[in-house]
């Protein structure tokens, strides 16, 4: 309830059921979901300069406010040609408030920014060298990665990569680089077609990065390209395959645009389970056009599908309320990795290929253009969760 509706005297009546399923969900997410905030809209928004007290106090709040959603946020600024920095914790790797976030056990994984985030005086390479070497004393390392560009185009682009990556190796050759893409270096194809040459992309990366994370919109409705991707990954060398949404795929694929159906959002995750990624990204949360005012009216930015890059609004737009608002998608995204840790229950006594066979069954999803639009078959596959693993009562 809103501060306004104090002054009203309506009163409703509502008759709800509850059905409360007796597991205790993993503190930490079994998937990571890496969801971007942008820096530069909430300095604008709020009126915040960067590296002010106020700054670190706005991002701290809203980045512990998502944690309660089950994804790991990250803080990211746009630069040239796509290339973006990405942070998780605003401060250094040697200020006390680093090991609190990056020791939260919510946080699924983490970025380290590649270079300072707030002007420090040392060059670029010093800062990354003193922050690697920081973070690879601590156990939380394994959650770190460096998320350095954005969907390459061509071969500077591609190149950039490698070069910002073997900085990082020198100072942790264990370091984990994402790169997000869905097409080869348009200028020098390495392949006669697309998606051949899409499919060469990690073997044209590698060693320079660890995590692959792909567009969903490249693989469509052929779910049997993800078999193909796969084979082109080597875990076995620590190597992963993540995914990710944005301005596509479109209806009626899932996504998180506004006007697709509750369950269309929450397939999103089904998909990625089907499909074998182990890991997932979204560019932006709070990605509204400029404004400089925390109330002012919240306009999706142009160019794009209603509801790309925005997941929640600030409190102050709907009443004086100084806490951001979860959209509806954000709900269902977390509805969507709490039903993953339902599959990965299942998965782990009788098979990933019961799990995969559970969704079918149901009726809950059965490929991008095949899911259920009734609430029903989500209620069945809990129950029958439930019913097979009862004895079993912490996933």
């Known amino acids: 309830m809103m501060d306004e509706d104090a002054i009203t005297n309506h009163s409703i009546r509502l008759k709800l059921t509850l059905t409360v399923w007796d597991f205790v969900l993993p503190v930490t997410p079994s998937l990571p979901a890496v ?39 990250y803080f990211c600024r746009w630069r040239e040609n796509m290339r973006v920095l990405t942070y998780t914790c605003p401060w250094p790797a040697d200020h006390p408030k680093s090991d609190e976030y990056y020791s939260d056990p919510r946080l699924a994984a983490y970025a380290v920014p590649y270079s300072p985030v707030v002007s420090c005086g040392d060059t670029a390479k010093d800062s990354l060298q ?3 070497e920081i973070l690879r004393t601590k156990n939380h390392w394994r959650k770190a990665y460096f998320y350095l560009w954005d969907e390459p185009l061509n071969l500077e682009h591609y190149e950039g990569i490698r ?20 097409c080869g270096p348009s200028d020098s194809p390495l392949a006669s077609n697309n998606f051949e040459a899409f499919l060469k992309i990690p073997e044209f990366l ?37 995914t990710y949404v944005c301005m596509g795929p479109s209806d009626p694929h899932p996504n998180w645009h506004l006007g697709m159906r509750g369950t269309q959002h929450r397939a999103v995750m089904w ?27 919240i306009r999706f930015r142009r160019g794009l599908p209603p ?25 269902r995204l977390l509805s969507g ?4 840790e339902y599959f990965k229950l299942y998965a782990s006594r009788f098979g990933r290929d019961e799990s995969l066979h559970l969704l079918e069954k149901t009726g809950m999803y059965q490929g991008p253009e095949r899911y259920t639009h009734e609430h029903m078959p989500i209620d069945v596959m809990r129950g029958e969760v439930f019913r097979t693993c009862r004895s079993d009562n912490n996933i």
């Open 163 to 182: 070069n910002m990556a073997s900085d990082i190796h020198a100072y942790a050759p264990d370091a984990r680089i994402m790169t997000t893409y869905y």
């Open 130 to 132: 003193r922050e690697v």
């Open 206 to 242: 590698r060693p320079h990065t660890q995590i692959y994370c792909t567009s969903e919109w490249v693989i469509g409705n052929r779910e049997e390209l993800a078999k193909d991707i796969i084979a082109e990954i080597q875990p076995e060398n620590g190597e992963e395959w993540w």
């Open 337 to 340: 990795l709490q039903d993953i």
């Open 307 to 331: 509801g790309d890059g925005v997941l929640y609004y600030p409190g102050q737009v709907f009443s004086s309320s100084q806490e951001p608002v979860a959209s509806l998608r954000l709900e």
């Open 35 to 73: 969801i971007g905030i942008s820096d530069t809209v909430i300095e604008d928004r709020f009126g915040v300069e960067h590296g002010s007290s106020e700054w670190y106090e706005a991002l701290d709040q809203h980045y512990k406010w998502l944690l309660q959603y089950k994804i790991s946020p």
């Open 271 to 297: 998909r990625v389970w089907k499909e074998g990624g182990t890991g997932f990204l979204y560019w932006g949360a709070n990605c509204y056009e400029k404004a400089m005012s925390p109330s002012a009216e």
